[in-house]
């Protein structure tokens, strides 16, 4: 199974700053990576598809990147509605996992 | 617009069954693989299955740790995915998703089971 970690756990951020969440995997997924944010009592929301690939609808401020085992997810301007958690996830193999989330607090 | 809306969730005592319904609209059902995940209290995602679509033969693959208890089947007529819970252990207590897609996923919004005596 792919071990999927996420860092860091809490990024503290204010509103306007720039955050950037790294996201590893055990071994390579090449760019078959995607990125979820989720609000308290809501569904996942996905944000990026393909490492860098934005899905239908979100913000042109949130950004992927990377290849490999290594990953990074750029919000270039925080937002109000951005703090949550935000999840990575590969989809090279089964099963499909997620690392542990990164909380962007206020 | 896409939807997908999940139902049948509750408290069950351990041991006992449980069966959860995930309803699609706008998007052709029938197409699609359909997934579960799940989400423990305070805990991060795990993908607990899918069922492939009838063009690939239906068939269905599970995680290790509700393999053999839990079924995933679907009713393309009704564009309804279903996960039958059997078994049920405390460590089943979660959240329930059903989503749609073979990598990257669109999600619904997810129904609590709590198994508890």
């Known amino acids: 199974e792919i071990v999927m970690t996420q860092s860091p756990a809490t990024l503290s951020v204010s509103p306007g700053e720039r955050a950037t969440l790294s996201c590893r995997a055990s071994q390579s997924v090449s760019s078959n990576l995607a990125w979820y944010q989720q609000k308290p009592g809501q569904a996942p929301r996905l944000l990026i598809y393909?490492?860098?690939t934005w899905a239908s609808g979100i913000p042109a401020r949130f950004s992927g990147s990377g290849s490999g085992t290594e990953f990074t997810l750029t919000i270039s301007s925080l937002q109000s509605e951005d703090f949550a958690v935000y999840y990575c996830q590969q989809y090279n193999d089964w099963p499909r996992t997620f690392g542990q989330g990164t909380k962007v607090e206020i | 617009e896409v939807q997908l809306v999940e139902s049948g969730g509750g408290l069950v005592k351990p041991g006992r069954s449980l069966r959860l319904s995930c309803t699609a609209s706008g998007f052709t059902f029938a197409n699609y693989v359909m997934n579960w995940f799940r989400q423990a209290p305070g805990k991060g995602l795990e993908w607990v299955g899918f069922i492939r679509f009838k063009a690939y033969g239906g068939t269905t693959e599970y995680a290790a740790s509700v393999k053999g208890r839990f079924t995933i089947s679907r009713d393309d007529s009704k564009s309804i995915a279903y996960l039958q819970m059997n078994s049920l252990k405390s460590e089943d207590t979660a959240v329930y998703y059903c989503a749609r897609g073979s990598g990257y996923y669109f999600w619904g919004q997810g129904t609590m089971v709590t198994v508890s005596s």
């Open positions: 393909g490492a860098s």
